[in-house]
């Protein structure tokens, strides 16, 4: 096929309209930076929605790349590759879980987690039991296939698409008292994030998340933590869970985990594991050596201490001159979050106006992210060196000084 020139226009002529990307088209990545097609340098706090965990074009994942493109790009499950095995060994040993499922997205992982769940408490209970019930929290998100829309917590999701699956209860997040008072022995499962990402970076209350467990053993019910935001060193820890106290039955990951390329995990014990026998569930692409290459080179990395520990203290810093800015300008409300997964609100009358702001950082040169309306979010790599940091939060004061004289 020959090369011909396509702009942002060619997306509303060939491309399904569900998205509307911005005007700017990227076409090449170094570390914290992205270049568009006229040249223009962009500081990047959007890590592709998270995604970009080591930022782009790092030498560890390409040599992981190259190195498995010139073995074996893909075999499908009906033979296993040594990627996919080691890490599978990798994963099991950093974390509480026995055993891996692959697939190739968060909302798959998420697919997996809430089938498998259902199927587990079939096998345990029988099926009278009744036992199908999963409990889940408003402005959660777990992902856009038919059955995760409908676990996630924003009812805009599932507009249009009814009948929707049974047998899904939706509670405020943060809530004790309410989940408390709904779980019962017909639940299977309680599902939720550890910090709402797309619902606006809210962390989840310790209490909440100890009294679900509790809850969870008390009912014979699984604990699902959906990390596909929040895990791989995201938020300080390998995963956010480490720092809880609160160990789930069940592990969701993708994001970050394949640092841009694409790749999804279910984590597990062997116990509940034994319920996805042969036969049972499976995806053509999932454990494919390529990505499994990639996100070894990841996990070897991110794992590291020091690596994690440069994300607290790059949180840190983050934080200081957001509220430098704020000092300034006094447009949030708050800024909250963890590790390098932070949130900015916008304070009166700046709220319903996130949108503005992206699009006056984007002409500042600066590229993030919101989660609803209200909230700027920020979610760099994880390496993203300080100097980075501080460039890009003068981007943000002259793109909020920029809509101040403007009179927004
Ligand atoms: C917490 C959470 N779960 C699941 C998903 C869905 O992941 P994917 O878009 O890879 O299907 C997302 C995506 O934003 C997410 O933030």
């Not at 769940?117 to 038919?146: C, P, Q, V, W």
């Not at 699902?224 to 995201?234: A, P, S, Y």
């Not at 300080?386 to 004289?405: C, G, H, K, S, W």
Request: some cysteine.
């Amino acid at each position: 096929m020959e090369e011909s020139t396509v702009t942002r226009a060619t997306f509303d002529q060939v491309m399904v309209p569900c998205y509307s990307p911005a005007d700017v088209i990227p076409v090449r990545g170094e570390g914290s930076r992205l270049w568009d097609q006229e040249g223009r340098e962009y500081l990047d706090l959007a890590g592709g929605i998270a995604v970009n965990a080591l930022g782009h074009h790092h030498p560890a994942l390409l040599k992981a790349l190259h190195e498995q493109a010139d073995k074996v790009w893909h075999v499908s499950n009906v033979f296993t590759n040594e990627p996919v095995l080691r890490l599978a060994q990798h994963l099991t040993q950093l974390t509480f879980a026995d055993k891996v499922f692959f697939a190739n997205s968060g909302a798959e992982a998420n697919e997996a987690a809430f089938k498998l769940a259902r199927r587990y408490a079939y096998d345990k209970f029988g099926a009278d039991s009744g036992k199908h019930e999963i409990i889940s929290f408003y402005r959660s998100f777990h992902g856009r296939t038919l059955f995760t829309v409908s676990v996630g917590g924003q009812a805009k999701y599932c507009t249009g698409f009814n009948p929707i699956p049974p047998g899904i209860t939706h509670l405020p997040y943060n809530d004790l008292a309410a989940l408390e008072a709904a779980v019962s022995d017909k639940t299977c499962a309680i599902v939720m994030e550890p910090m709402l990402g797309e619902g606006g970076v809210i962390p989840a209350d310790p209490a909440f998340m100890k009294l679900a467990r509790t809850l969870c053993d008390k009912h014979q019910a699984l604990l699902i933590f959906d990390e596909v935001q929040t895990g791989v060193g995201r938020c300080g820890s390998l995963y956010a869970y480490m720092e809880t106290g609160v160990t789930p039955d069940i592990l969701t990951s993708a994001k970050g985990l394949g640092g841009g390329f694409p790749i999804g995990a279910m984590l597990t014990t062997s116990a509940i594991a034994a319920s996805f026998s042969y036969g049972t569930h499976g995806t053509t692409y999932g454990g494919n050596p390529l990505a499994c290459a990639v996100s070894g080179a990841v996990i070897d990395l991110i794992a590291q201490p020091e690596l994690l520990e440069g994300v607290k203290q790059k949180s840190a810093l983050f934080v200081s001159e957001l509220e430098a800015i704020n000092q300034r300008h006094g447009v949030f409300s708050e800024i909250r979050g963890r590790g390098l997964l932070l949130g900015a609100e916008l304070a009166e009358p700046w709220k319903g106006k996130a949108g503005e702001f992206l699009a006056e950082a984007r002409r500042q040169g600066l590229m993030m992210l919101m989660a609803g309306p209200d909230v700027l979010r920020f979610a760099p790599s994880l390496i993203i060196p300080d100097e980075d940091i501080r460039a890009a939060m003068n981007r943000l004061d002259r793109t909020v000084a920029t809509l101040l004289t403007q009179g927004n």
